[in-house]
């Protein structure tokens, strides 16, 4: 099969984006919308852009046309009304912390959610913790259409006269639309969690909030914030208060080792994460090791194969999403972290529980961020670039229990504390200055790229074939003819 090339990718996503400007010229302005967020889906898969200005113009034009600015004619900000804007709603993340830290300032704050599946148990117990918070209320966007949803929620923010708006978006967003447009009045502070992905909206932020210094490299290098628009707050993970499912039977009386996430965050072209599980399991046979992967809809026959090769039936566990994740950490004994790619989030959840972690990074990655994401009242060395360093200490954590629970406190003692991120939300946003250094260092691309084209060669990410159904057969050939000829030849040859 002949492989996808970086150009062949630039080449598709230019085409998608020339259709979404044919679009806006049309005034078809719906299906410009569907054609930027494919330009999103596709430039986030991949690391050479990480913003993009005449997508963020197609917005502001379309953003002119369809929202009604009438209501926010004359506008006067009150500057005791602030807004937060969660496009996830989920309480394992920022959400809960952060409307907890802005409540104390003593403002009236209206929380609003895109969320259009509130009844899923992975984030259904978010709004009713949010509503018992003081001086907050709670906005849900309706299902309704597009520029219905994107005109009700610029009602929203302007008609609680807002002076600042807090944005938990996700990469393409319902909230791009009424950004473009609302009143300059109103500061817009992003919280940056998405910092490895390509994303819109840049040019109506004021604030870029991130948390941990590769974000802000990023946006310093790749995305045109200037250094003073960077206010760097850690974060820390919240106990959503969901009860213990327990684990499988056969982990009673073993060594519980934990790691998950996202799937592709374990696939190199080495295998170095299976790699460095097998050299763990068939070292020390009192060790269960349980998978957790946020999403049902992949195929895992390769990891069930691995299983199956190595005989670690019963001894590799794979289970989707837990609601239960803070729980699961509780009760296991190490979390190992993917790799290449590794969790902020997942290392900060296992270091809130005293958990020690295991973290193997290769040699030159520009986004390691283990002891960025949690080494802030303590600088020591979690993560390792030497394999054999690695699975020495994964002995040491193995064989000796106190070790574990030694190396389990300083973690847990190093992170961000919550009385600390309130103070430190307080300190940044009253001064809007970051009250931590902002050390950009440089970012090597290359390493990126190369990681996302692999996901493809694999097949866990199916880009090229994306490309070539949204643009239809004529528009590849014209705007990515290399990967139409790729595609054809590939289909040509798997029918031989």
């Known amino acids: 099969m ?29 299906n410009a919308l569907v054609f930027i967020a494919r330009c999103t889906t596709v430039a986030s898969q991949f690391n050479w852009i990480y913003a993009d200005d005449e997508l963020e113009e197609l917005l502001d034009t379309i953003a002119k046309s369809k929202i009604d600015l009438s209501f926010a004619s004359n506008y006067e ?8 804007f969660d496009d996830y709603c989920t309480s394992y993340v920022l959400a809960l912390q952060w409307m907890r830290a802005l409540s104390k300032f003593g403002k009236k704050i209206l929380y609003i959610t895109a969320r259009t599946t509130l009844n899923n148990p992975q984030f259904s117990n978010v709004l009713d913790v949010i509503k018992k918070i003081p001086n907050v209320a709670v906005e849900v966007v309706p299902s309704v259409s597009t520029f219905e949803r994107a005109n009700h929620l610029f009602r929203l923010i302007t008609g609680f006269n807002a002076s600042k708006l807090f944005l938990h978006k996700a990469m393409y967003s319902i909230i791009q639309l009424p950004l ?16 490895q992905f390509f994303w819109l909206g840049r040019n109506n932020i004021d604030y870029n909030i991130e948390f941990r ?10 995305r045109g914030f200037r250094k003073e628009q960077l206010l760097m707050v850690p974060f820390y993970p919240i106990d959503d208060g969901n009860p213990f499912e327990g684990f499988p039977e056969g982990c009673q009386g073993k060594t519980v080792i934990f790691s998950g996430g996202d799937y592709y965050k ?57 609601k239960d994740i803070y729980q699961v950490f509780a009760h296991c004994d190490i979390y190992m972290g993917t790799t290449p790619v590794s969790g902020s ?20 990655t520009p986004d390691d961020e283990t002891e960025q994401a949690l080494c802030v009242n303590d600088k020591f060395q979690i993560s390792y670039h030497s394999e054999k360093e690695f699975l020495d200490e994964a002995d040491k954590l193995i064989n000796d229990a106190e070790y574990r629970k030694k190396q389990g406190q300083r973690l847990k003692n190093a992170m961000i504390q919550p009385d600390q991120f309130d103070e430190l939300v307080r300190k940044t946003l009253s001064a809007n200055e970051s009250q931590f250094p902002l050390d950009a260092k440089p970012i090597d691309n290359k390493i990126l790229e190369k990681r996302w084209l692999v996901l493809e060669k694999v097949g866990l990410t199916q880009v090229k074939q994306y490309l070539y159904s949204t643009l239809g057969k004529t528009n590849c050939l014209r705007y990515a003819p290399g990967l139409y ?12």
């Open 2 to 30: 002949i492989p996808v090339s970086l150009r062949d990718i630039k080449q598709g996503y230019r085409g998608l984006k020339k259709i979404a400007q044919k679009s806006v010229k049309e005034g078809d302005f719906y």
């Open 77 to 84: 900000p009150d500057e005791n009304h602030w807004v937060f």
């Open 180 to 195: 473009c447009v609302l009143p300059e009045k109103i500061k817009v502070y992003n919280i940056n969690l998405g910092d």
């Open 213 to 222: 210094p590769f974000g802000a490299s990023v946006s310093l290098q790749k």
């Open 266 to 322: 374990t696939f190199d072209e080495k295998g170095t994460y299976w790699r460095l599980v097998k050299s763990v399991l068939d070292k020390h046979p009192d060790v269960v090791f349980l998978f957790a992967t946020k999403r049902d809809n992949k195929d895992y026959s390769d990891m069930a194969k691995f299983v199956a090769d190595n005989h670690f039936e019963g001894r590799f566990i794979h289970s989707e999403f837990r």
């Open 345 to 364: 989030l997942m290392s900060q959840l296992a270091a809130i529980n005293g958990k020690p972690i295991l973290q193997y990074y290769a040699p030159g």
């Open 485 to 496: 000829i790729k595609i054809r030849v590939n289909r040509i040859w798997k029918k031989a």
